[in-house]
């Protein structure tokens, strides 16, 4: 399978990774739920190429992640705002930082520490389900095919045998 082809899968993980799988388009949200909002903090945070931080931004743009608005005239300016499709990936990059403090944070500790401002606590994000709100893991639950794929989990086992 080709990269411009994850888009047209019917895999929910193919389809966003086609949108979010690289690792520049990973640290530009990162700075963007820390803060940053504008093409040179983002140049300046991650050292990167300005034309894979221009393609980064227009692909965020037109797949409705991010808006961009302009913030100076003469010459004109902008800045990102990530839009409700955006803020919809919190829980996505939350848990990458928890399982990198678990597993990479070293003696030193986690570098960024999150903070509930609602309750005053420092947190870790917990994944529950939306009906009985328990924890889930892995091992609590099971993939079903949906309603316009019958038969698509089938064929992916089949591939493994």
């Known amino acids: 399978m080709k990269w411009q082809d994850l888009a047209q899968q019917p895999c929910s993980v193919a389809r966003t990774l086609a949108v979010i799988g690289?690792?520049?388009t990973l640290m530009i949200l990162r700075d963007l739920f820390l803060g940053a909002n504008r093409f040179e903090h983002f140049q300046q945070s991650l050292g990167i190429p300005r034309t894979t931080l221009s393609e980064r931004l227009r692909l965020l743009e037109r797949e409705g992640v991010v808006r961009k608005l302009p913030y100076q005239e003469?010459?004109?300016?902008?800045?990102?705002?990530?839009?409700?499709?955006?803020?919809d990936l919190y829980p996505v990059l939350i848990t990458l930082?928890?399982?990198?403090d678990k597993y990479y944070a070293g003696e030193a500790g986690?570098?960024?520490v999150h903070h509930h401002k609602r309750c005053g606590h420092d947190f870790s994000a917990?994944?529950?389900?939306?009906?009985?709100?328990?924890?889930?893991?892995?091992?609590?639950?099971?993939?079903?095919?949906?309603a316009d794929y019958p038969g698509l989990l089938e064929?992916?086992?089949?591939?493994k045998a």
């Open 110 to 112: 986690p570098p960024v």
């Open 126 to 146: 917990v994944l529950t389900c939306s009906e009985c709100n328990g924890a889930i893991s892995p091992f609590e639950t099971e993939p079903r095919s949906g």
């Open 74 to 87: 003469k010459p004109t300016r902008y800045k990102y705002r990530l839009t409700a499709k955006g803020v």
């Open 97 to 100: 930082v928890q399982w990198g």
């Open 155 to 159: 064929q992916r086992a089949n591939i």
């Open 22 to 24: 690289d690792r520049w």
